[in-house]
């Protein structure tokens, strides 16, 4: 129940327009270069190795092409198609592929030296590039500002807002040209489901320099950005650069191991797995909706109540006082999002007290707490765009590790 799903993406072709797979469409790729007198290709690697451990591969293509000579023209768009083509068809499926706001700027450009812009609304015609992808991996997921299936999040910190929603209207979205705080929130009445993804690099940058190994960011800064990306109803993306071995460093890999541990230990056991559990509404009086859904570890099952019953509230009862100091809320997301507002309060020596009050849930809301003893946690949802259902409720204690690197102070 609490772990990870990895999708590793390669970078494929950067702004730079070197390609590292021997791209027919250019000579500026693997094929010229030392690396296997020639004859590498890293996009074919990374796909074997993704393979080979289980995992699902993405790729980037930048639109951005600081190389090309016709970058800015109507030529460029077939060049940029002709490289989608090879990459979605050489190398079997392909999950996930990325493409960002990349707009142009300040280039070699064929040897032109010069600053080239682009009209983000119209010169890449999205959508008929969008078609393609579809029509050559069906089962692909695209990330973009605008989805269709995966959505930026509006910054590069690895922070979705803490109201966010899956929805999205995706008809006012412009590719380079989003509003960052929309994206960063969602929206209730959103016409598209669109999950959002928020991008983050291990560095201050997106690439690998000697001077920055000291400033890889800290098990407790990624366990902090777990909270408020997976934590708050999206899915996070960490940039891990090569360094110039064509490795990832040894303090980026000691930074993931600190990290993953925090998690398994934090998430280790679920303390309301003791809880009897109980509601003031069951939906219809049906056991199929009845409270103790919500600690039986399966998403597709649900407590709900009637129609327009708010507040709603959910009481888990313990025989003896627990500490605990994390709380997560899941949506049976099957059905979508609906929970606008929720409180928590504990019950401890036969007095309750208000730890946190929230907005959205989604499919996982991941709350940190100050740590506390209580016998009774009770979790009342406030306002809901639809019939409140909650699948799953996990209560925790962060581990020894977690606890040493002090997060708290920021809190979900």
């Known amino acids: 129940m609490y772990f990870f799903v990895a999708i590793p993406i390669l970078t494929a072709k950067h702004h730079d327009g070197f390609c590292l797979w021997p791209s027919k469409c250019t000579e500026h790729s693997i094929k010229n270069s030392p690396y296997k007198d020639g004859r590498g290709d890293i996009v074919r690697e990374f796909v074997d190795a993704c393979r080979k451990y289980g995992l699902k591969a993405g790729l980037y293509l930048s639109p951005w092409d600081r190389n090309h000579k016709d970058y800015g023209r109507p030529e460029y768009i077939t060049y940029y198609r002709n490289q989608l083509k090879e990459l979605l068809t050489r190398y079997g499926e392909i999950n996930e592929i990325w493409f960002d706001g990349a707009n142009g700027g300040d280039g070699f450009y064929g040897g032109a030296h010069e600053c080239r812009r682009i009209d983000p609304e119209t010169y890449y015609d999205w959508d008929s590039t969008f078609a393609l992808v579809k029509k050559l991996q069906p089962g692909i997921s695209i990330f973009s500002d605008a989805g269709p299936d995966i959505h930026w999040i509006g910054n590069e910190n690895g922070y979705a807002g803490k109201t966010f929603w899956s929805t999205i209207n995706r008809d006012s979205l412009i590719i380079g040209r989003s509003d960052p705080a929309y994206l960063n929130t969602g929206d209730p009445r959103g016409t598209h489901w669109i999950i959002g993804q928020c991008d983050v690099s291990i560095r201050p940058g997106w690439f690998y320099h000697k001077a920055q190994d000291s400033q890889v960011k800290t098990s407790a800064e990624l366990a902090d950005i777990y909270y408020k990306s997976v934590g708050r109803n999206a899915v996070l993306l960490l940039n891990l650069p090569p360094d110039t071995r064509g490795l990832i460093h040894e303090k980026d890999i000691a930074s993931l191991k600190g990290f993953r541990q925090i998690i398994d230990e934090t998430f280790s056991e679920n303390l309301a797995?003791?809880?009897?559990?109980?509601?003031?509404?069951?939906?219809?009086?049906?056991?199929?909706?009845?409270?103790?859904?919500?600690?039986?570890?399966?998403?597709?099952?649900?407590?709900?109540?009637?129609?327009?019953?708010?507040?709603?509230?959910?009481?888990?009862?313990?025989?003896?006082?627990?500490?605990?100091?994390?709380?997560?809320?899941?949506?049976?997301?099957c059905l979508g999002q609906r929970i606008s507002r929720f409180s928590i309060e504990v019950e401890r020596q036969n007095r309750r007290e208000p730890v946190f009050e929230g907005t959205t849930v989604g499919y996982k809301r991941l709350i940190r707490i100050e740590p506390v003893k209580a016998s009774k946690v009770i979790i009342t949802i406030l306002q809901a765009e639809n019939t409140p259902a909650v699948a799953n409720v996990g209560i925790f204690l962060s581990s020894d590790k977690e606890k040493a690197c002090d997060i708290t102070k920021n809190r979900t």
């Open 273 to 333: 797995q003791r809880a009897s559990v109980t509601a003031g509404s069951c939906r219809l009086d049906n056991s199929a909706f009845s409270p103790e859904k919500v600690i039986d570890n399966d998403l597709k099952t649900f407590w709900a109540v009637n129609d327009s019953v708010l507040p709603a509230q959910l009481e888990m009862q313990f025989d003896h006082e627990i500490l605990f100091d994390r709380i997560m809320i899941q949506e049976p997301i």
